[in-house]
């Protein structure tokens, strides 16, 4: 067991990634929509996202990086390991979670229950998963089995293990046979690092204010009291970018005004779509960056927009353009 200090706004997915370094935990959609930050809480499948830190105190946290026993993976992973969900980046960590939370309370029915009849009684059925398999979560129990006869033929000339295949035998031979996935073992294990996974020392977080607006005029934007939040390290607006003029270059299959693409990267005088990014912001931590961002004031001049194509003379209004 191990103690530290978390702030009352990090939710538990911050904990384990940020704090902890378990990383095979993953940040998808932030809303508990995706699965990819599915985490045990008590031997209870949840999303790590939606729960805060505080909340959990005392309680049993198991991530994906917990399931395998040593060298040996858990029978989940080992079936995952041979279906095409371990394509997906974050689904198989998920999968994994949840499935073997499922297949603990199958295991333990009552005598003369159905495992499918028990498993549509689950609390963690397939039905709050969401995930993204391609093929039907009903079939995972069978999975399992069928994992486990082929992990036995397969051993027979090559030892299967979080360390990955090593030997020569049947997993040699490529063609015509359905090879693993090279990347499997760590992607199943929670080992595999991707780019925002990567913490470095004094590394900076940044976030990004856009408009609310479809189409307006900047008239004046305040950045001073976002400054002043502790943790700050800087606040960039186009005023910091260089202009490049009507300079023209050629980038990929034609040729490219460079002042459009430098008014898209921050809006200067007009913003041209909801969600058009006008200032960024690097601070301490994410929670800093989103609170200065928050704190920046800019004035609008909401102008005319095209929404409609078919909107007749009134949606090619010359000022919606301009």
Same mark, same amino acid.
Request: some cysteine; proline content about 5%.
């Given at each position: 067991?191990?103690?530290?200090?978390?702030?009352?706004?990090?939710?538990?997915?911050?904990?384990?990634?940020? +704090?902890?370094?378990?990383?095979?935990?993953?940040?998808?959609?932030? @809303?508990?929509? &995706?699965?990819?930050?599915?985490?045990?809480? /008590?031997?209870?499948?949840?999303?790590?996202?939606?729960?805060?830190?505080? =909340?959990?105190?005392?309680?049993?946290? =198991?991530?994906?990086?917990?399931?395998?026993?040593?060298?040996?993976?858990?029978?989940?992973? %080992?079936?995952?390991?041979?279906?095409?969900? &371990?394509?997906?980046?974050?689904?198989?960590?998920?999968?994994?979670?949840?499935?073997?939370?499922?297949?603990?309370?199958?295991?333990?029915?009552?005598?003369?229950?159905?495992?499918?009849?028990?498993?549509?009684?689950?609390?963690?059925?397939?039905?709050?998963?969401?995930?993204?398999?391609? &093929?039907?979560?009903?079939?995972?129990?069978?999975?399992?089995?069928?994992?486990?006869?082929? @992990?036995?033929?397969?051993?027979?000339?090559?030892?299967?293990?979080?360390?990955?295949?090593?030997?020569?035998?049947?997993?040699?031979?490529?063609?015509?046979?359905?090879?693993?996935?090279?990347?499997?073992?760590?992607?199943?294990?929670?080992?595999?690092?991707?780019?925002?996974?990567?913490?470095?020392? =004094?590394?900076?977080?940044?976030?990004?204010?856009?408009?609310?607006?479809?189409?307006?005029?900047?008239?004046?934007? /305040?950045?001073? %009291?976002?400054?002043?939040?502790?943790?700050?390290?800087?606040?960039?607006?186009?005023?910091?970018?260089? /202009?490049?003029?009507?300079?023209?270059?050629?980038?990929?299959?034609?040729? +490219?005004?460079?002042?459009?693409?430098?008014? @898209?990267?921050?809006?200067?005088?007009?913003?041209?779509?909801?969600?058009?990014?006008?200032?960024?912001?690097?601070? /301490?931590?994410?929670?800093?960056?989103?609170?200065?961002?928050?704190?920046?004031?800019?004035?609008?001049?909401?102008?005319?927009?095209?929404?409609?194509?078919?909107?007749?003379?009134?949606?090619?209004?010359?000022?919606?353009?301009?």
């Amino acid at each position: 067991m191990r103690e530290f200090l978390c702030e009352s706004r990090q939710t538990l997915l911050e904990v384990l990634r940020d +704090v902890l370094g378990l990383t095979g935990t993953k940040e998808g959609c932030s @809303n508990g929509n &995706c699965g990819a930050c599915t985490v045990l809480l /008590d031997g209870k499948a949840i999303n790590s996202c939606l729960v805060l830190a505080v =909340e959990v105190e005392g309680a049993r946290i =198991e991530t994906i990086e917990g399931m395998a026993s040593g060298s040996e993976l858990d029978p989940i992973q %080992q079936a995952s390991w041979r279906t095409p969900r &371990c394509s997906v980046g974050s689904a198989p960590r998920a999968s994994s979670c949840r499935r073997r939370r499922c297949w603990t309370r199958i295991r333990s029915r009552p005598k003369g229950k159905s495992a499918t009849t028990w498993r549509e009684t689950c609390a963690d059925a397939p039905a709050t998963t969401r995930l993204c398999e391609p &093929c039907s979560v009903l079939r995972w129990p069978a999975e399992v089995t069928l994992g486990a006869r082929r @992990n036995r033929d397969d051993c027979k000339d090559s030892r299967r293990s979080a360390d990955g295949p090593s030997g020569g035998g049947p997993l040699c031979r490529v063609i015509g046979t359905r090879p693993i996935r090279h990347d499997a073992v760590d992607k199943l294990t929670g080992r595999a690092k991707f780019g925002i996974d990567v913490h470095l020392p =004094e590394m900076l977080h940044g976030a990004v204010l856009r408009s609310p607006e479809v189409h307006a005029r900047i008239r004046s934007m /305040d950045v001073s %009291q976002a400054a002043r939040v502790p943790g700050v390290r800087a606040i960039v607006t186009s005023a910091d970018l260089p /202009d490049p003029g009507d300079r023209v270059a050629e980038l990929g299959e034609g040729s +490219v005004v460079l002042r459009h693409l430098s008014h @898209n990267v921050l809006a200067r005088a007009k913003v041209l779509y909801r969600g058009h990014a006008v200032a960024a912001v690097a601070a /301490d931590s994410s929670h800093l960056a989103e609170e200065a961002a928050r704190q920046i004031r800019v004035d609008y001049e909401v102008l005319p927009a095209v929404l409609d194509s078919a909107g007749g003379d009134e949606g090619l209004d010359p000022l919606a353009a301009s």
